[in-house]
């Protein structure tokens, strides 16, 4: 921050919860995609129902939000659907990756994940939440580790090796408890990059496998990529079938943006390499 500033310009701890808020509340809307009441807010993302009603009636009086009067309800204006049109041209086809996304949360019941790399973390930037028996629920804005996680991984492995080892190293360093070694990750890395996915077992969640690839960057210049999450014993005898459905639909994402694409295996024997927990 500028030196210059006035301390009394910087943001007060109050004004950044509450941004924050109006944030989780954008993204609530986005995972539920209806309207809501004030008390389904609340109650979703555990705030108080007075900060919520003041809140949710800020934004209607900004016009980033409707009001129903008869069903007490609220829902996005027009207003915050025109905000990022712009990030489209300069990012990747946003409107067709969250097809794929809705297309894979079909044909699998899984937890998808929509991921980049915010510093030494893979942020989560959309989920589509599973609807399988058995799922884990995962909300977005979520922040994973780079060198600790399967999205984190595949997001790793997509930058230059200099810039990977320093990642490696200053996560070892905050996370002395951790088992691997810089030469160990390494290597992981190195299998990613050949088969261009990253599949493990209890890397973050105990009894959670992730599936994840790269999707190649846009414009920007900003490496994202994509995973199916679920619990161990739902993804046990879907490994294969899962691979190729991910693997198809980005071949598919990429056919239609006119994108390079780096093929991943299709050989079972050597996909099942890829299939154990992790180090």
Request: aromatic share 6%; hydrophobic share 40%; with cysteine.
């Amino acid at each position: 921050m500028n030196a210059n500033v006035l301390k009394s310009e910087q943001p007060s701890a109050a004004t950044v919860k509450s941004a924050t808020r109006v944030l989780e509340i954008f993204e609530y809307f986005d995972e539920v995609r209806r309207p809501v009441t004030i008390q389904d807010v609340a109650q979703a993302l555990s705030y108080p129902h007075s900060s919520t009603a003041a809140l949710l009636k800020s934004l209607v009086s900004l016009g980033y939000l409707e009001h129903d009067d008869r069903g007490k309800t609220f829902f996005p204006s027009i207003r915050i659907s025109l905000l990022g049109n712009w990030v489209e041209a300069d990012a990747l086809p946003i409107r067709n990756v969250q097809r794929l996304m809705r297309r894979l949360s079909a044909d699998t019941g899984c937890t998808i994940i929509l991921a980049a790399r915010l510093g030494a973390y893979a942020q989560y930037v959309k989920v589509i939440q599973g609807t399988s028996p058995i799922r884990f629920h995962v909300k977005p804005s979520t922040k994973r580790m780079l060198a600790f996680s399967t999205i984190g991984r595949v997001l790793l492995s997509e930058l230059p090796l200099p810039e990977a080892r320093r990642l490696i190293h200053d996560a070892l360093a905050a996370m002395p408890e951790r088992r691997e070694s810089m030469q160990e990750i390494e290597d992981e890395l190195q299998r990613i990059r050949k088969r261009g996915l990253a599949l493990y077992s209890d890397l973050v969640t105990p009894g959670a496998t992730m599936l994840a690839m790269p999707i190649p960057m846009g414009p920007s210049g900003r490496s994202v990529a994509i995973g199916i999450a679920a619990p161990n014993e739902y993804f046990r005898n879907r490994k294969l079938p899962f691979t190729a459905l991910l693997k198809n639909a980005i071949a598919e994402h990429i056919s239609q943006n006119g994108q390079g694409f780096k093929e991943t295996v299709d050989d079972e024997d050597q996909l099942e390499i890829d299939d154990d927990t992790a180090p």
